[in-house]
């Protein structure tokens, strides 16, 4: 009998949500010695120059706020690092080099799952926890949602304040106005509080404007997939439907501990997303997946047709653009497996 995602309810303590904050494996043994800038993009030296510079000082604040006499003074206001630029420049390989040659504690996380953190610690107990912390890194800053966007500016306020130093990367989608020009003066903007701490980095590298996502593999069919994920030890198999509505039942910091352990995900009778609700918690999903490396294999509809071209041009366009790249990549991991 093939195990199912849906008959999954980890139990996870919110407070664990923290010492949970690194980066995804891929990253674990980055450094900036093992990136190499393109000789043709000198914005790429100047990024890992700007970012070991931002270690050297925000190591520093590190000494003095844990100095003797520091519980009898104000901590000096973290310093900021911003590093923005396209598709596949290395900026999470800068994010999480910045992580790996800071003292501890530290963080790391992506824009969604900090929000989710805060969502479950609630805004105190989250800044209580992460006050200590020498660096709070985020993935994919994200300005589409402007609740959450006032909820993560706070917070960084509150922790910058405390000392706290704090380095972000953002993509710039591909044939967005300015090409990434103008997502600092967005991002500056919306933490205005917190924007003079701010250092704005451009990370520029090969222009994918005119390059589409490559063509998704046929799914299979619903007997050729349940006899895959019944010759896969560790697969699972599940129905989209049930698959999606098991996803609202479960808070989106959980959706990591859901996949853990799992070789490969199996879905049958994939489909359009019905609502934007749904297809969001799809895009959370993918990216747990593809944090683990887990392959995806499907019948039904392909996987680049489960956002609509209604949603696509939407606001949350990055997103889901995000998600299906990430889907296609994780079902051609797949196709080599077999």
Known sequence: MV?????????????????????PSTFDHVSFDSYIPDPNEPSQAQAVAK?????ARASKLRGKKKGFFSRHKEPEHGVGLYLDGGFGVGKT?????????????K??????????????LGFTNAVERLSNHTVLCIDEFELDDPGDTMLVSRLLTELSARGVSIVATSNTLPGQLG??????????????????IFETIRVDGPDYRHRD??????????????????????????????????????????????????????????????????ALRIVVLADRLYDADIPVTVAGSKLDEIFTEEMINGGYRKKYLRATSRLLALSRFAESKV
């Open 107 to 120: 963080s790391f996380a992506t824009f969604v799952e900090v929000t989710h953190v805060v969502g479950a």
């Open 51 to 55: 970012a070991r510079d931002f270690v």
């Open 179 to 196: 090409e990434g020009r103008f997502a600092a003066q967005d991002f500056l903007r919306e933490i205005r509080k917190l924007s003079g």
């Open 213 to 278: 996502l490559p063509p998704a593999p046929e799914p299979k069919a619903e007997a050729e997939l349940i006899a895959t994920a019944e010759a896969t030890p560790g697969a699972t198999l599940d129905s989209f439907d049930d698959l999606c509505k098991h996803l609202a039942t479960l808070h989106p910091f959980k959706y990591k501990a859901l996949v853990d352990g799992v070789s490969l995900v199996c879905i049958d009778g994939v489909h359009p997303a019905p609502d934007q609700t749904v």
């Open 3 to 23: 195990a199912r995602l849906c008959d999954r309810n980890p139990v996870i303590s919110p407070d664990a949500l923290v010492d949970e904050m690194v980066p």
């Open 93 to 105: 390989h800068l994010l999480a080099s910045v992580y790996h040659s800071m003292p501890g504690p």
